[in-house]
């Protein structure tokens, strides 16, 4: 794409001195004004979009920093990302955005070491494994490949491979099927419990029981029918994605890409705000009206860039938006907190479990869902860390199956900060086989998300389908974010950048 250059927007999306909205609808002699609600990485890139597109734009974030999921804390006088740290690299979209960003020879690939997988037993070092290659979101490629066997077992291993005979017809065609559903039904629960759900678990903090195949592995089903078997699927699926690491990041965290966003928007005069927890969505004749605690902003076009629950909120009053199904709002995603350890350990250089680990959920003796050895993931970390210095992040927020979801069955995402640390280190300890206590810590932090991770229950893909048609009806609105996109960065970046520009032609300002 031809580099666009951002042009200085006047501040219109501004309330007045006194507080409510700049009046009346879009200036004929003035650019378009557009307001995007949230500014996380899809309500930032929205509005580079858009104000690329010449429009003045305001961003409202309601926390008290821009970027979401995506931000930076400093532990022990290192900076490390405080939510995401990597991007897929199935899709160009987060290497290109980043080019455009100038951030492009700052692009990393992790250490070739990869991650490891805890399984359940009573020696744990023996029921740990180097994480099977060549699947996707834990579906192996080829059951009878030994490390299958050895994660599962000779006769399950078997009773997995079955998946190559039997009939692909009804699970092809069925949408609104579980992802635990499909792969018991293909490949028998071994593989579900043991390989699948702790990868599903690390990123959507759900039982694969209730989440939507189509929405976690859009286009499995449908390969499942061309294919013929599970296994080809997941084979024929990862052969599509670029070849080598399916992750990267950038020298010195993915919080850089919120910044870079946030200054590309600034310096082109768009109007940044946090601390505005947008309420209300009006369409007035000539104009949109958003508000937000008596204050209020006029727009030609608005952005909502939420979590889920806060858009259907804003949404469900608004007339002349065709009626949202009853179940259009998503629940609220699950609670997770991360907690950072910082440590003088040289026992870690040895890096005994790769770049981290993912643990399945039936491992009794530990509490964390997943663990990253930071500094053997990412050597500009290392180096910063120096020599002996290691960067733990452990991630807290198990998996819930269907019958626990209204439960706190997952009680250790909510332990206190002190409590969760003492767990970290035990959990460590376990987890890497090296003795990892209070005196190695030369800092640590607890960071806490509360609905980030949006929920993809079954029936996830036809919600999306339903908002996006009823939004799609009202002119000059849009809504983007990960609860329609899917989770991550890959998917949000493409998805915004696609609906922004579909709101500018709308415009008609392309
Ligand atoms: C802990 C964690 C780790 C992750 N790790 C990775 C990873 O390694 N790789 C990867 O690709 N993805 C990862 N993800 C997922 C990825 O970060 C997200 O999919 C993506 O950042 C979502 O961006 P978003 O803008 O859609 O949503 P968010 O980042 O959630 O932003 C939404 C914003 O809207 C604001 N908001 C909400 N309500 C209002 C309101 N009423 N008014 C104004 N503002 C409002 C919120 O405060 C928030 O800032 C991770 C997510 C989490 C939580």
New binding site residues.
């Given amino acids: 794409m031809a580099p666009r250059s951002l042009r200085p927007g006047r501040d219109g999306g501004a309330p007045d001195a006194a507080g409510t909205a700049a009046t009346g609808g879009a200036d004929p002699a003035g650019p378009r004004r557009a307001v995007v ?7 930032l890139l929205a509005a580079r979009e858009l104000a690329l597109g010449g429009l003045a734009v305001t961003v ?4 008290t920093r821009f970027g ?3 931000g930076t804390h400093r532990v022990a006088g290192l900076d490390l990302d405080s ?6 690299t199935r899709s160009p979209a987060v290497a290109a955005l980043l080019e455009e960003l100038g951030l492009a020879a700052d692009i990393v690939q992790p250490a070739a070491a990869g991650a490891w997988l805890q399984l359940p037993g009573e020696d744990l070092a023996a029921a740990a494994q180097p994480m099977p290659a060549g699947g996707i979101v834990g579906i192996p490629a080829d059951p009878s490949a030994p490390e299958i066997v050895r994660a599962i077992g000779r006769d399950l291993a078997a009773r997995a491979a079955l998946d190559r005979v039997l009939p692909a017809g009804a699970a092809a065609r069925r949408p609104g099927m579980s992802l635990g559903e499909l792969v018991r039904t293909r490949m028998g629960e071994q593989v579900l419990r043991r390989l699948v759900s702790p990868v599903v678990s690390g990123v959507y903090s759900a039982d694969p029981d209730v989440l939507d195949v189509d929405s976690v592995a859009p286009g499995l089903r449908e390969a499942l029918g061309r294919e013929g078997s599970l296994a080809a699927a997941a084979a024929s699926l990862r052969s599509a994605a670029p070849a080598g690491s399916t992750v990267a990041s950038l020298r010195g965290g993915m919080g850089r890409l919120s910044r870079a966003l946030e200054d590309q928007l600034r310096s082109a005069g768009a109007v940044l705000e946090t601390g ?4 209300s969505l009006v369409r007035t004749e000539q104009s949109w009206e958003v508000g937000a605690e008596g204050r209020r902003w006029s727009a030609d076009a608005v952005v909502l ?3 889920g629950p ?1 858009a259907v909120d804003l949404l469900s009053p608004l007339p002349g938006l065709p009626a949202l199904p009853d179940d259009a709002r998503p629940a609220p995603g699950p609670g ?1 907190a ?1 907690v950072t350890l910082v440590l003088d350990q040289p026992a870690l250089d040895a890096a005994p479990r790769g770049t981290g680990m993912l643990v399945a959920r039936e491992v009794e003796q530990v509490a964390a869902k997943a663990l990253t050895h930071a500094t053997a993931k990412w050597q500009w970390l290392a180096d910063e860390a120096g020599p002996g210095t290691h960067v733990l992040r452990l991630s807290y927020g198990r998996a819930l199956g269907p019958d626990d979801l209204a439960s706190s069955a997952d009680r250790a995402a909510f332990l206190p900060d002190d409590e969760l640390f003492a767990q970290a280190l035990a959990d460590a300890s376990a987890l890497l086989q090296v003795p990892v206590g209070a005196d190695d810590v030369v800092g640590w932090d607890v960071v806490r ?1 509360t609905g ?2 949006p929920s993809a229950a079954v029936g996830h893909k036809a919600r999306v389908a339903a908002v996006r048609d009823a939004v799609g009806a009202v002119p000059g609105l849009e809504v983007v ?2 609860w329609l996109a899917g ?4 998917a ?1 970046t493409a998805d915004t950048r696609r609906r922004a520009a579909g709101l500018l032609a709308q415009l008609g300002t392309i």
């Fill in positions: 609600v949230g500014g996380g990485i899809s309500g409202l974030e309601a926390g979401g999921s995506v939510g995401a740290e990597s991007f897929a505005i927890r947008v309420d860039a939420t979590d806060t997770v991360l998300w980030a991770l974010g990960a989770t991550g960065l890959a949000v």
